[in-house]
């Protein structure tokens, strides 16, 4: 009975041990069946991911061919293991992208598609730019500089065009070229302005742009501005504005005259300044005549000569203050330009005025610039001075150059006192420099030894006076010389002692 039941349970124990190993199999099939499903999704995941990058690979590529002015349509690249074609409507500006990857158990072939930068007319997609615009320098008959530009991926095309100008004085339009070809030539009637040209279909392909080469007439068209109306072949229009002369040229006109000055030899020249034309091109402006005024008007003085840029003269003669002159050669500037005022001369030492002068243009509208003398710009504060040193040094006068955009100079100064004949002025220090030494008895001028420069806006401190012995309880003036020759006075002050 004993060896009967060892028997028994053994057999049961083979029996359990199968259903374990059977179990376990089942298990670790189930493991190996989950890992190869995800292994497989990561898989899918990752293709797709790639062909999506793909896209938009193609889309970057797409875009940029059309840039260079380039037909994408129909190309294909590849990358890795992958590859993209290109699908392209230039009617209608669709892009289509489609993409390839395939993996060791998955791939993947997705495609993505954008609306290119169409318009709803052809006018909306065609820009005119007329900023490089010009009249032929020889024979001003000719309109230059033009471009036209198809800012879409459809093809404009452009079938009729009216120009006009003004003013309108009988002129004639008779030929019009774009992109090397004449679309209206000489053969067909000359047309008057405004009237609509019938020209040879331009057609613009997408995103490009095509040169005006010019626009012809029969006579000189200098002093004219010109209205361009283009008609597409969808019947809508364009209009583009060419400006060469201002509305109120003056309004163009700046006149800069912060380096303006008095000098030359015998001081008869007003030189420095610049005139621009402010307006944009192809706004140009002209000047035909100045008026320059000037105070005091005695001892009399003309003026005789006006130099721009520094080649011959513009105008010569004799003028009186207030007398309106007109330009021999006419000053012409075109949009954004500038030109230098050289010099106006006169007669005589023009030293401590104040000028007025007049732009005239030829529309006649006028601008109006004042020079004023350094000593209108030079402030003189005795507020805070004070008596110093045992009463030797008059100190903390200020000078203030008022004129925010011009330097000023002092080339000379005198100070007055009452009693004590026998004191001297001695030295002058000025932002902690001695500008001046010397001797100089009550009212008697010193020429500085270095000239006192004040640029536009600032002060200059006068650090002393200072005399030869003590001016305790005496009463100040003083008279301050310009480089220009105006000068300031300053009135009488009792300055108490220094704390």
Known sequence: MTHSLSNNSRGIGIVAVMIIVVMLSLIGGVIATV???????????????????????????ALKRLDD?????GDTRYLGRGQFTVDYNSETGVIIIHSNVSGLQAASSPSFSIQGPTSGNMADCLTVDVSGAYLQSWSLDRLRGLTLQNTCNGDVTITSMTVSWSPDSGERMTQIRIEGDNVYTISQPALRSGVFADI??????????????????????????????????????????????????????????????????????????????????????????MTVSWTPTSPSRNMNSINFNGSGNEWSGSAA????????????LAGGDSADQTYLQFSDDMRGRNFTITYSMRDGTTKTVDFT????????????????????????????????????VVHRASTTWNGFRSRRWIRLGVNGSQVWSGSRRSGQTATLDADVTIAGGATATVNYYRFNGSMTGRTFSHAITLSDTSNVAVPGFSPPNCP
């Open 35 to 61: 890992v190869a499903t995800g292994s497989v999704a990561k898989t899918n995941d990752l293709v797709r991911e790639q062909a999506f990058g793909l896209v938009q690979a193609g889309l970057e590529y």
């Open 373 to 408: 003398n350094m000593a209108s710009c030079l402030s003189v504060t005795t507020a805070s001075e004070c008596l110093g040193a045992s009463g030797t040094e008059l100190r903390n006068q200020l000078w203030t150059n008022t004129c925010q955009e011009r330097s000023i």
């Open 321 to 332: 203050s207030g007398a309106a002159v007109t330009l021999t050669t006419a000053l012409d």
């Open 69 to 73: 002015g380039a037909d994408p349509d």
């Open 200 to 289: 040879i279909d331009t057609v613009i392909p997408a995103c490009s742009s095509f040169s005006l080469d010019w626009i012809r007439f029969n006579s000189n068209m200098d002093n004219k501005n010109f209205t361009l109306v283009f008609t597409m072949s969808d019947g809508t229009t364009k209009q583009a504005f060419v400006q060469f002369v201002a509305n109120n040229e003056a309004a163009c006109l700046d006149v800069d005259l912060t380096a303006t000055y008095v000098g030359y030899s015998g001081y008869v020249r007003l030189l420095g300044g610049t005139l621009t034309n402010s307006c944009q091109p192809p706004t140009a402006i002209r000047l035909t005549g």
